[in-house]
């Protein structure tokens, strides 16, 4: 009887099968409105200042070398947004140096102005048809750089056959500046074609590191993901050291804390 009781146990026993993560096409769409000529406070050697573009080139080479140290069938597409989005590189590829080629192709539209996504979502739709039949996932990540723009896009609402990631940079809120606006907007655009949890994250402060970080999280896997809610990396460093003098203020984690405010709560 213990015997046999020791076996129904086992049979019951649960177990989680084993499950392939499908590798990703990952489309990045880089903005080339004059903001992203605007300086971030981070300087090179020789003391001039790193601009938008310049850092997000940056980050974009850091997420793929990590994207590939995960998984080295991971591929890469390179497009642009002035008014409408426009290639840079087409053929997806897993060789960092078609990054460092489809960056020598970026110019800066000075008469870009409005911003239409839908032709960027009409190409990830059928590039995704593409992937979809070689059994990988196609993501879209747009990086955003206008702080007055609201990107406009008109998508049905029974399509979603791709992944869609944003990092905003902007400017602060001003006068001529509606950063909340176009977070609001770009979430909605988000939330409407996104297949998987889509990530939007942004930042005001010009900061490489924080633009660093951001890419860093969407390393992350689609078919992996919390929702952005439950995000709770990377860890606050401030946060685990104990403050010596609970009356002493510490001016490094109020600048953390202001890194970390969304535009929603601005």
Not at 55 to 61: D, E, P, R, Y
Not at 175 to 194: H, I, M, R, T
Not at 205 to 210: F, I, N, S, Y
Not at 214 to 236: A, E, F, G, Y
Request: glycine share 4%; proline share 6%; charged share 20%.
């Amino acid at each position: 009887m213990e015997a046999r009781g020791q076996s129904s146990i086992a049979a019951a026993r649960y177990t989680l099968p084993a499950t392939r993560l499908s590798s990703e096409d990952i489309l990045f769409c880089i903005d080339v409105d004059p903001e992203s000529l605007v300086e971030m406070k981070n300087t090179s050697a020789s003391g001039r200042p790193f601009t938008r573009l310049e850092s997000i080139k940056q980050a974009i080479l850091l997420f793929i070398n990590a994207k590939l140290a995960i998984n080295p069938d991971h591929r890469f597409a390179y497009s642009a947004l002035g008014k409408t989005p426009f290639w840079l590189k087409k053929e997806f590829s897993s060789e960092v140096e078609s990054a460092i080629a489809a960056f020598r192709a970026i110019s800066v539209d000075s008469s870009a102005g409005h911003a239409d996504l839908t032709h960027l979502f009409k190409v990830a739709n059928h590039e995704a048809k593409k992937s979809r039949s070689q059994n990988r996932l196609l993501r879209v990540i747009l990086i955003y750089c206008r702080s007055s723009v609201v990107p406009q896009h008109q998508w049905p609402t029974n399509q979603k056959l791709f992944t869609f990631d944003v990092v905003y940079l902007h400017n602060k809120p001003g006068p001529d500046n509606c950063p909340q606006k176009v977070y609001d907007g770009l979430v909605d655009a988000l939330e409407q074609v996104s297949e998987y949890e889509g990530y939007i994250f942004e930042s005001g402060q010009g900061l490489t590191r924080v633009l660093f970080r951001h890419m860093c999280v969407l390393l992350s896997h689609p078919q992996q993901r919390c929702v952005q809610d439950d995000i709770d990396i990377p860890k606050s460093l401030t946060k685990k050291s104990p403050a010596p003098d609970s009356a002493t203020p510490n001016p490094a984690a109020a600048v953390a804390d202001q890194e970390c405010v969304p535009v929603s709560s601005q």
